[in-house]
């Protein structure tokens, strides 16, 4: 019995999984510490346990729960063995995160377990944080910048008819819009021009010229044997 009771003293016990002890001569389970937050017990499914150390969450992962160190979600054994990864609409950049960073206003991410956020390219647009997509700006708005979080409409004299555009069209010579927002050009009607581009409106015909036709950009003079009062 004292060869039994010798043998039972000499045994040592491994630390359970999520937690670790780097002392020698531990004498009680209490005595290991849990895994903190943004790392995970360092045994492998179904191995060893008796860690020595935890292992950080690589980056795109988090735990926020001491001593868990991973995925509850279904409650197996294998789960609480790794890291949670980051939902989309959220990243974390660096290994051993507790916690997932959400993207900010004009960013987004679609995809899971991700280290960074992207921001919107132009033509698109996102005005809440934590998002997977971004917008397409609607015909009659543009954004010309990386990581908008709003389309600006068309001012006078410009104009968009395609959704998702970084820049709005002139009006050429010929053309005006006097509304902002358009998606179209108008046309200068008969007896009206305009000789430069971005027009906001057009300009009658001086007496002693004439235009019959929509759209032109000037009015010809009347030729001899001819007038126009106007």
């Known amino acids: ?6 043998k039972s003293v000499q045994t040592c016990q491994n630390c359970p999984n999520g937690k670790f002890s780097a002392a020698r001569g531990a004498v009680a389970e209490d005595q290991c ?15 060893a346990t ?3 150390t935890c292992l950080n969450c690589k980056s795109g992962y988090f735990e926020k729960i001491p001593g868990v160190g991973g995925n509850n979600l279904t409650g197996t054994s294998k789960d609480l063995m790794i890291c949670i990864y980051c939902p989309s609409g959220y990243n974390s ?32 647009y996102q005005p809440k944080p934590k998002q997977g997509f971004c917008f397409d700006c609607a015909m009659g708005q543009v954004t010309p910048n990386d990581g908008s979080v ?4 068309c001012i006078p004299g410009k104009y968009e008819n ?54 032109f950009s000037k009015c010809p003079i ?9």
Do not use: W
């Open 1 to 6: 019995s004292s060869v039994t009771a010798a």
């Open 33 to 47: 510490v849990l895994c903190p937050p943004g790392t995970r017990g360092n045994a492998t499914f179904g191995g």
């Open 50 to 52: 008796g860690s020595v």
């Open 93 to 124: 950049p660096a290994a051993g995160s507790a916690f997932c960073h959400p993207c900010n206003n004009g960013e987004y991410q679609k995809e899971t377990g991700q280290t960074l956020c992207i921001q919107c390219p132009p033509g698109k």
């Open 150 to 153: 709003s389309c600006s409409k």
């Open 162 to 215: 395609e959704e998702r555009q970084s820049l709005c069209d002139i009006c050429s010579p010929g053309e005006y819009q006097e509304l902002d927002g358009s998606r179209t050009a108008k046309l200068c009607p008969a007896g009206y021009m305009s000789s430069i581009f971005a027009a906001e409106s057009c300009r009658l015909c001086i007496p002693g010229t004439y235009q019959t036709e929509d759209g």
């Open 222 to 230: 009347c030729i001899p044997g001819m007038y126009q009062a106007n």
